[in-house]
């Protein structure tokens, strides 16, 4: 490796001509420090790419769920304790104010993050029509408890109305697919946790690309390293300014690496913040329990600076950019006269 990076020959030993030497590095040098960058910033970029998908459409979608399923289950105890449940009688106000304002303003906010969950674009198509079902599910639940409002005298037709509301509400056995209301709410955000957990590993993109990156890095540092040994030896010249335009590759993978430490920690965030959602009970600790890692969870994406670092990331990529073009037009300048007799040599 290092003699052909220092331009011997593999056979004796001794230096190649100057001018196809420089010429081959000429075009080498600039082609292996652009091969590291597209490589390393592909890498960077699908993993930035995939972060902010977490951000922008998991995570809103998490929470979404969490306060439709909790608002659901809030919602149905607070029917059931006003309408009656295992054959106790409704409250006395039931005559009066029916249901009262809290179970139809827990049912308008569950129907409204379903909604916003459908919205957020995280869901493929065929969770979208599941969210579509779920919502259908829940007006038919509605449906059936406002009916037994309507029959809360008659114990016979109350209690009818509440069990087939429950049955739409909550499975009742162990079916091989999720029926009831909730069941379906937990099977997506099962599925969409399993989702940000394969978003949040290495895709075979990255992986790839990154694998090569390093591997381009390391030709290209013994082909700078040989290229000035050669220089030093053949030119007399000792050139700073080479390995200064060479120097930014490095440099920026440094950058990029930094930068990705910051996206998988902002993976790891939204991952956990599924989980956690997915836990919350229906109490009424709920809705602040869900804000309250709502707001953590934004804090900590904030904290690791997606953007800036994205931004970062084009600054070093395009200053590397330039100095692996610099490289080679340094090495032009370097043997232009070596060059020229080598053209005119027939």
Do not use: C
């Not at 037709?157 to 079916?175: F, I, K, M, Q, V």
């Not at 490289?327 to 043997?335: A, E, I, N, P, W």
């Amino acid at each position: 490796m290092w003699r052909w990076s220092s331009g011997r020959r593999p056979t004796t030993g001794k230096r190649r001509h100057t001018a196809p030497f420089l010429f081959s590095r000429m075009l080498l040098l600039p082609a292996l420090a652009l091969t590291v960058l597209a490589l390393a910033g592909t890498a960077y970029l699908d993993l930035h790419s995939r972060t902010q998908q977490l951000r922008e459409r998991y995570a809103p979608a998490m929470v979404e769920l969490a306060h439709a399923r909790t608002s659901l289950n809030l919602a149905d105890d607070e029917a059931t304790r006003r309408l009656g449940a295992n054959g106790t009688a409704p409250l006395r106000q039931t005559d009066l104010v029916g249901l009262g304002e809290r179970y139809p303003s827990l049912l308008t906010e569950a129907a409204q993050s379903l909604n916003n969950a459908a919205q957020t674009k995280a869901l493929r198509t065929a969770q979208e029509q599941e969210v579509r079902v779920v919502s259908g599910l829940v007006v038919a639940y509605d449906d059936w408890i406002r009916w037994s409002d309507s029959h809360h005298e008659s114990t016979a037709l109350r209690t009818a109305g509440l069990n087939y509301a429950e049955s739409l509400l909550n499975d009742r056995g162990s079916p091989a697919e999720p029926i009831g209301v909730i069941d379906r709410i937990k099977a997506l955000e099962g599925e969409l946790d399993a989702d940000a957990s394969e978003l949040s590993g290495w895709s075979a993109l990255s992986a790839v690309t990154a694998s090569g990156a390093l591997l381009a890095l390391l030709v290209l540092v013994f082909a700078v390293v040989g290229t000035l040994d050669f220089i030093r030896d053949q030119l007399h010249v000792r050139s700073l300014l080479l390995a200064l335009y060479a120097l930014p590759v490095p440099l920026v993978l440094g950058v990029l690496v930094l930068g990705a430490v910051g996206q998988h920690r902002a993976q790891r965030e939204v991952r956990q913040a599924g989980v956690e959602l997915a836990a919350v009970p229906a109490t009424t600790e709920a809705d602040p329990t869900i804000e309250a890692l709502d707001e953590e969870l934004a804090v900590d994406l904030r904290g690791t600076h997606p953007g800036e670092w994205a931004l970062a990331a084009e600054v070093a990529l395009t200053i590397g950019s330039v100095g692996a073009v610099a490289s080679g037009f340094t090495l032009f300048h370097y043997g232009r006269r070596h060059l020229k007799i080598f053209w005119r040599t027939p």
